[in-house]
């Protein structure tokens, strides 16, 4: 694809487009462009010494321009959409897993990379900018994929970076607090998300998470819904049995019973599971042989990612949503048999309203509390501690600002049969202080500190 946003990509011959974006317009950056090889300059003013078009908006171009030219050649492979506050991450990358498994030749695309065969790459977007997603899905085309899974954001759903996309299968997991920052309500925030559901084809297979309180808004006319619930759904979760291990659990489905064990832990793994597995049977799998394959099938890196540390536990997890961090340091007190020692920060320059429920989450679920830096980015470090530490009731706490020694702290205080929860950076092998990346992964702090 010789047609380019970002002037840094740009190589002799090809065509520069200037978008316009929040922070940023690609207007000052054509002269890069040009000096980087830039031949033909499409842009909505200015005149410059290479072939120049103008256009009434370059995004808007840029959208035609993919799908007029790129759609035909990938709209037979299957799409499938995830999208959600929290597991839209561990339920594409066990899709991918199922499918690769099954014969099928899948891509994922989302929150820890691009994956297809043998080729991993990283992403700065969980959702690409749609000339960089329409690259991947050609890419993947080109290397005989025939499925493409994908998470789907509301950011990305909202600035419409899916344009022309259209989806096999759909799937809903659940709408908590997250991203109010951008999205100023919750309305507009699940708004943003249900636009998923109105761009499915042929089926339109969706799969719901029915127990979340938003459910009802993403269940379409239009759509084949199926609903995953504890009480009254098409997939009717019977039991679940615990331990810091896996998780056994039986359904029921089309009238049969199931029962199978997942090596994941926690409640809401339970409904991650089981919208995969769904999302894999609409595509023409049995229920029967995707359950022959839960053994071979691992969480992805930094979702409740065991180490096992003497008689304790270390869990290493995204969680970095007030609902999140509910959601996983209460599936810890259903396997405790020692404390629950939870080491957390909020990240800088985001949702501000989010931090205080973060930290009596924290708080409330744990027996002690470690609280230090999440990415800070370019906000102060005492500020966002002071939005986290507001509100909270127990004196079951500590701040530590620097995330290593925290981390060593949290180790230090384990005892028999504890469980330390390091949550909210999970797979990110970075901090970003001011606007510079350093590298830092909380899984090689604490291989180092227990080696």
Do not use: W
């Not at 022309?164 to 100023?184: I, S």
Request: net charge negative; with cysteine; hydrophobic share 35%.
């Amino acid at each position: 694809m010789n047609l380019k946003t970002d002037s840094r990509k740009v190589t002799q011959g090809d065509t520069f487009i200037a978008i316009r974006n929040v922070n940023t317009d690609g207007h000052d950056f054509i002269e890069q462009a040009i000096q980087n090889g830039a031949t033909k300059i499409i842009c909505e003013k200015g005149e410059f010494p290479v072939e120049t078009e103008i256009v009434a908006d370059t995004k808007k171009y840029l959208q035609e321009y993919l799908y007029t030219n790129y759609y035909p050649k990938i709209k037979d492979m299957n799409l499938i959409g995830v999208t959600g506050t929290n597991g839209k991450t561990t339920i594409c990358f066990l899709v991918y897993q199922m499918l690769k498994k099954l014969g099928k030749n899948p891509a994922y695309i989302g929150t820890i990379g691009f994956y297809y065969q043998d080729s991993q790459k990283v992403l700065n977007n969980t959702t690409p900018d749609t000339d960089l997603l329409y690259e991947m899905l050609i890419e993947a085309k080109e290397a005989g994929c025939d499925t493409v899974v994908m998470e789907v954001s509301s950011h990305a759903l909202d600035k419409d970076r899916i344009y022309g996309l259209e989806f096999d299968c759909v799937a809903f997991t659940n709408l908590t607090q997250d991203h109010l920052d951008y999205h100023k309500t919750m309305e507009n925030y699940c708004n943003a998300k249900k636009k998923l559901f109105e761009r499915t084809r042929n089926n339109k297979v969706a799969i719901l998470n029915g127990d979340d309180t938003y459910a009802k808004n993403f269940i379409l006319p239009q759509n084949e819904n199926t609903i995953i619930s504890t009480e009254n759904g098409n997939v009717l979760i019977s039991q679940m049995d615990f331990s810091h291990n896996n998780t056994k659990i039986k359904f029921i489905y089309e009238e049969k019973e199931y029962e199978t064990e997942i090596k994941m832990v926690g409640r809401y793994n339970v409904y991650n599971f089981l919208t995969a597995l769904l999302l894999v049977h609409k595509l023409g799998f049995t229920v029967e042989n995707i359950l022959n394959l839960t053994k071979e099938l691992t969480a992805p890196n930094g979702r409740m990612e065991k180490i096992d540390y003497k008689t304790n536990s270390i869990f290493i997890d995204y969680a970095h949503t007030p609902d999140a961090v509910i959601n996983v340091l209460k599936s810890a007190l259903e396997y405790k048999k020692g404390r629950i020692i939870t080491i957390i920060g909020c990240g800088g320059d985001r949702d501000r309203t989010k931090r205080p429920l973060m930290g009596r989450a924290a708080e409330e679920y744990s027996d002690y509390v470690i609280f230090t830096n999440d990415n800070p980015r370019t906000e102060a470090e005492h500020q966002i501690m002071e939005d986290i530490l507001n509100g909270l009731k127990k004196d079951n706490h500590e701040v530590i600002y620097d995330r290593k020694e925290a981390i060593k702290k949290g180790i230090e205080l384990l005892q028999d049969n504890d469980l330390l929860m390091i949550l909210g950076k999970g797979h990110e092998d970075y901090q970003i202080i001011g606007t510079e990346k350093h590298h830092f992964s909380d899984k090689e702090v604490v291989l180092e500190v227990i080696k």
